[in-house]
Every structure is written in structure tokens, then in C-alpha cells.
């Protein structure tokens, strides 16, 4: 994985609402868009960017691509994904929110079986400060450095970058893994990726309630990664068995045994259960966006000792 | 959301598993038309778990009792909710009774297989006992044999149960479910085995494309409905606000889950106390347009303040849909309609208004939401002080 402003994008649902927005989002700032796709609309431009029928038309036309952001409508993701596959791209961002799990259920055995980098569903994408944007972050609170941020937020990932560029801490890269129920890729993954980038000196990770990806993300952290993470946990007071917006903070199942399978429903005791994972891993965490500034600082200044 | 046992067992009837003998029963007086043979079992339909011990399920041998037993369900709330229909169905002989269920695993990111040889009521020996398999590729019925001989099954039995989980497993992948549930499933003194209770919860997201499914549900879901205006209007809130009442005097409003998770966190951690909050949505949906994202910001504004215990309403939106300025000028157009209407009441019952904005057309911002006496702050912590100070000291 590296993201330059050479990388090939492709957009599929480049005429859908969000995409033609943020098709010109990201070209503006200075990704290397090379053409959209959208069914019935092939010969057309977005913001001079080809689009075509099909995804392998646009392939034979503009050569391999690098990576697509797909913004097509939710029953249309697992078709726009395969497609893509097919076509030969190993790279995929679903941007949309409230695709069906089981269409991820799916999409993730093939993105296996094809070694598939899947990020999202329901996810900003991701964003190289100054260099590319691949999705819809909100791209003037980042400034390059060298923190890395991931996150299942969307908009709160953007607050957290802001905090960061507020305090000259810039960024290397931001990924939002993510707040479907279902997701194409884990903390685990990205934190290995970022462990493995040479632009990242620090990692912020910014969790919430609801699942347990930040427990097995504190585990990992503590068996294999060798740079500095801080933790964050949004979501101690909120109120229990709501539903907040994230298919991810609830779900869903409850067994006639009383019990939810491996699944948590939007349980703020989750989140207690998440900084103690991430503390028994040795991981400082903050108690608010304001303080992972001087958490970085702190940990990086440790690190040069 | 949950289907009542009677829809589940209808689905399970049509995917061949097998049920008993049954009849809906929408008043008492059906029961004089019964067409199952005497004892059977009259069942409360509600969501709620627990239906045997408040005294929902009862047998019955004639009619009279039957009329009786009914009424009494009828008007037997199980944990407040009253049935709208009973089922009655056929008495069944069981040597044993055993659990089985699908599920999605968050973690493996497949469908898992779920079976205990303890099923029933007695829920805790049916965890300690429950086994699992996990679909790792697509599904062939070993899996379910697989799960058939980790619960211990031998002989006939392993197929007559495997049959179940295989059917069980299509109807899950057919209609998009989050959980298929056979509790119990009673094995008879000669190996035949029979669904006796059922459990059934939707997929909310894949609900579009099952419109059988939909027919299904209630018309409105308990978590959203109708919400009672501050006089004597009502309010609709749309699924996709998530609105939550709690009894502070702070309203929030913020756009996406995490952002709101996090900012009622500062709240709380400042010392005040949220009357309520809404999430207007994150930026993912597909179909969010700019206008949309702003009509979403005045009917949340309208949500959070129209408690009269509200004193001061925090606005913290983040995002690169709509720009600053036409965010600001939907909370203006609200802030200038709302000022209207209190113009003609008490003027004393004015909200206040803090809004959290950052970006590049702050200073223009600025201008215009002064202009309507909504008060613009540039740094998060700051913005959750002057909030908790408004709503503590007035």
C-alpha cells in the first residue's frame, strides 16, 4: 500500500449524489482521478473525468487502475465490488453506508480468495495529507506530518485531525476502517500497515463502543506492533440499547438464551471494557479529543529517548 | 426487529421445516371455529422473551377452557406488551428438546452455526452446552452435520437435525436475517424432530428487498414514531435522525455517530447534563444531498429545543458535503422562525444557541448567526464550557 498523487482512481457511482460531490472533492485535491463509472452514463464526463458502462471498458481505455472508491447505492455495492475484482483491482473503498451484511459476507470470502485490500463499508476512505484523497474526508482539517489516525468514525475522525493539526501535529495518513456491522478490513490490518509505512512515527487509534474490534486491536498492538499507539473510546455515556447511527454500536441478534452472540449491542460499558484492554496492552488512552495532542507528543518524545 | 413466532413459523413452513398443527387467532371467538383437535397450546404473540413464566403459553383440552385461557392472554401484558394475536397449536409429544440457531459473527465475518443439546427454558445449560461452526466458504450441509455430531447427535438423529440447520441456513441467506432460531426444537421418543417455538429478527438495511418481510413488521417501530411537539403538534421523526430524549437541559445536535458519542462525552465530563441529542447522520448515505443535509439540520434543531426544560442547544457539525455557509444559514432560517415564534409568546423561553464551526468561512459565519443571536465558537472544549455555563448559570 502507497498512496501517491500517482496513484490511478477509478470512482464507480461517479453521477450517483455523493459521488459527483466528492468526485470533484477529490480531484481539487489532486487525486489522480482517471474515470468514473456509472451504467447508462458511459461517453459522459463528471468535472472532465471520463465515465463509462463498465469497469473493464474504462480499464481498456485508461489501463490498470490502482484503486476504486465505489458511492453506488447499498444493493448495488457487492455487484460494483465483484466487478471491479473481475476487472483486476485489488484495492476497494465502499464508501456507501448500510450495504446488507451478508452482501459483505460475500464480498469478504472473494476478497480473500483474490487478496483483495477491502476498506469500509460506511467509511470517509482514506486521505494522504497533501498528497491524495480517496473518499470524502474533510480535507482541510489534515496538514502532512508523521501521525497516523484510524478510526471508525467519520466526522469525528475529522475533529481528531483537526486537534492534531491545531497542536502542529500533522498526519501521514488517516483510514476510517469503517461503521457498518460488517467490515472489509481490521484495525489488526491497518495497524500493520501503518507499522510497516515509513511516513508514520505514531498512531492514533479512535474506537467506539459496540463490537470488539478495539479489544483485539489492543492484543495485536501488544504482540506486533513496534510504533507508538494512543487510544481513544468515544461513547462512555451514551445511553445503553440506543441506536445511535452505527450498524456497527448495535447489533442486533439477541438470543432467546438472553445472550448476543459475539455481538455487543450500543453498550457503554463496552467502552470501559475497551480502555481496559488497551491499558493492560500498555496503550495510553485519552479521555478526550483534546488531549491526544499531548498524548503524541508525549509518546514520541519517549520513543526518541 | 424481531418477527412474531407465527411469521417465523410461517417461514419456516414454507422452507419445509417442520411445524405443528396451527391456527392464528385474532379474537377468542376464532377459537369456536378451531380446526386442531383438542389439547392444544394457545401462545401470546409479543416480541418480548420470557412469555412461559409471566403466563403467557397455557394448554387447554376444550373450547370453554380454551375461550377463557384466551381472554386472560389477551389481556396479559409480557413485559408492557399486550398480543394483538394468540396462536394455537398442536400438543407435541417431546423426549427432548434441543437449541439451534444462525447468527452472524461480527469477528470471522460469516455466518455461525449455533447448537445445544439443552434447549427450552433452561437457557443457561443451553449456553454452557452451545456449539458452534463457522460457514467459512459457501455452504454445503457437512457444516451443519459438523455442528450435528459437536452436540453429540448419533445415528438417525444426525441427519434429522442436520436437515434442520441446512434450512434453517437457506432461509438466513434468502431473506437477509440477522437470526434464525429454533428454541426448542423437540426431538420425539422416536426421532422425529419439530420446531416448536421460533425466533426471526430482520435485517433493517436488506428490508428493502424483501417487501414480504416488510408487510411483516408494524407500521411504526418502537424506538422512532411520534414524538409530541411543545404544543399540541406532533412531531414525525424520520428513521435516519437518530434522536435520543434524556432528562438534562442541554440539547445536542451533531452529525454521525462517533462525533456524537463523543461530543456528549464532553458534556458529561464538563459537568452538564444533556437534555437530549440527535445525530443527524454521517456522510456515507448515498442519496444525502446538500439541501437534504440542511433540512436535517432544521428539523434536528427543532427536535432537541422543543423541550421546555432545554435552555441551551450545542451544534457541532463537521463534514465536506455542504459548505460552512449553508450550514450556518439553515440554523439562521430556523434560529429566525423560531425567534418569530416566540416573539408572539415569551420571549424568556429563548434557547440558546452555540454553534461549534471551524473552517474557512468562519468569519462570514460569524456575521450571519450574530445577526440572529447564535453564538459561533471555534474550539470543541470551549464550545462544551460555554454551553454547561449557559445551562448551569442561566
Known sequence: ?305 | MDLLEYQAKELFREMGIPVLPSQRIDHPKDLKGLKIPYPVVLKSQVRAGGRGRAGGIKFVANTIDAVAAAQNIFHLPINTEYPEVLLAEAKYDTDREFYLAVVLDRAARRPLLLGSRQGGTSTELAMEQMQQVVVDEGFSPFYARRLTLKMGCTGPLIEAVSDIVEKMYLLFVEKDLDLVEINPLGISPVGEVMALDGKVTVNDEALGRHPSLLQLLPKTQPDEGLLAGSGSEVMAVPSELNFVELDGNIGLLCNGAGLTMATLDLVYAAGGKPANFVNIGGECRWDLTPELLCDRIKLGLALVSQKKNVKVVLVNLLGGLCSCTQAVKAIADYQKQSQRETATGNPQTQVKVIVRLYGSEIDQAREILQAVEVTVVENLDEAIALSVSLATNG
Open chain 1, 1 to 305: 500500500m502507497n498512496f501517491t498523487p500517482d496513484t490511478k482512481v477509478l470512482i464507480q457511482g461517479i453521477t450517483d449524489v455523493i459521488g459527483s460531490t466528492h468526485a470533484a472533492l477529490m480531484k481539487a485535491y489532486g487525486t489522480n482521478v482517471v474515470a468514473g463509472i456509472s451504467p447508462g452514463c458511459g461517453g459522459q464526463t463528471v468535472q472532465e473525468i471520463p465515465v463509462f458502462d463498465m469497469v473493464e471498458q474504462a480499464l481498456r481505455q485508461v489501463g490498470p487502475v490502482d484503486v476504486t472508491v465505489i458511492f453506488v447505492k447499498p444493493y448495488a455495492v457487492l455487484d460494483a465490488a465483484l466487478e471491479a475484482i473481475a476487472a483486476g483491482i485489488r484495492q476497494i473503498i465502499i464508501i456507501t453506508e448500510g450495504m446488507p451484511p451478508l452482501d459483505m459476507v460475500k464480498l469478504v470470502r472473494k476478497a480473500e480468495a483474490t487478496d483483495t485490500l477491502v476498506l469500509g463499508p460506511n467509511t470517509p476512505g482514506i486521505i494522504v495529507p497533501g498528497k491524495v484523497l480517496l473518499g470524502i474526508h474533510k480535507s482541510d482539517f489534515y496538514t502532512p506530518g508523521s501521525v497516523g489516525l484510524i478510526s471508525r468514525s467519520g466526522t469525528l475522525t475529522y475533529e481528531i485531525a483537526l486537534q492534531l493539526t491545531q497542536a502542529k501535529l500533522g498526519q501521514s495518513i488517516a483510514i476510517g476502517i469503517g461503521s457498518d456491522a460488517i467490515l472489509g478490513s481490521s484495525f489488526a490490518q491497518w495497524l500493520q500497515i501503518l507499522d510497516e509505512d515509513d511516513h508514520t512515527e505514531a498512531i492514533v487509534l479512535v474506537g467506539e463502543i459496540g463490537g470488539s474490534s478495539e479489544e483485539e486491536a489492543a492484543h495485536y498492538i501488544a504482540a506486533a506492533i513496534d510504533k507508538p499507539v494512543v487510544a481513544y473510546v468515544a461513547g462512555h455515556h451514551a445511553p445503553k440499547g440506543k441506536r445511535l447511527g452505527h450498524a456497527g454500536d448495535i447489533m442486533a441478534a439477541r438470543l432467546s438464551t438472553g445472550k448476543t452472540f459475539n455481538i455487543v449491542g450500543a453498550d457503554p460499558d463496552t467502552a470501559q471494557s475497551k480502555i481496559q484492554a488497551f491499558k493492560a496492552a500498555k496503550i495510553p488512552v485519552a479521555s478526550s479529543p483534546a488531549e491526544i495532542p499531548n498524548l503524541v507528543k508525549k509518546v514520541l518524545k519517549q520513543k526518541k529517548k
